[in-house]
């Protein structure tokens, strides 16, 4: 078992839905959440309420710093398709990963006191797998 630094994460983003996906320039945060809905089946006598598990609802966000040579996110955002995504924990174990199509919303924050940040979340537009 190894433990890694997240500091050597990837995001691979395609622009379009036929598009191949390529790195991320400048990017410092994802995150992926595959929480599944429950759903309430609890029932007359029951001790106590009762759910059963239904699909996962895969969303995410991502934090890139604006380089002006990168229209990778507003691009993919602008898509009229889901585009391809693959998340890697570490560029040092490549063979972990997940990866899926993905709806993007993108947003650029610009504060006399920061850097100049792109902002993004995204949900599945279709099946996601992972190999962590």
Known sequence: MARYAAKKGL???AT???AAASPLTA???WSLNRETDKIDV???LDSNKVYVQGLPDVKGDLEAFWDDTDTTLFTAAASTA???MYLYPSQD???KYAYGLAWIDASMDCS???A???KSSFVAGGSWSQNF
């Open 116 to 118: 100049v940040k792109i």
């Open 11 to 13: 995001i691979y983003l």
């Open 93 to 95: 174990a490549l063979t």
């Open 42 to 44: 609890t029932a007359f």
């Open 16 to 18: 379009t839905g036929s």
């Open 27 to 29: 990017a410092g945060m």
């Open 112 to 114: 006399v006191s920061d």
């Open 82 to 84: 889901a585009v391809r």
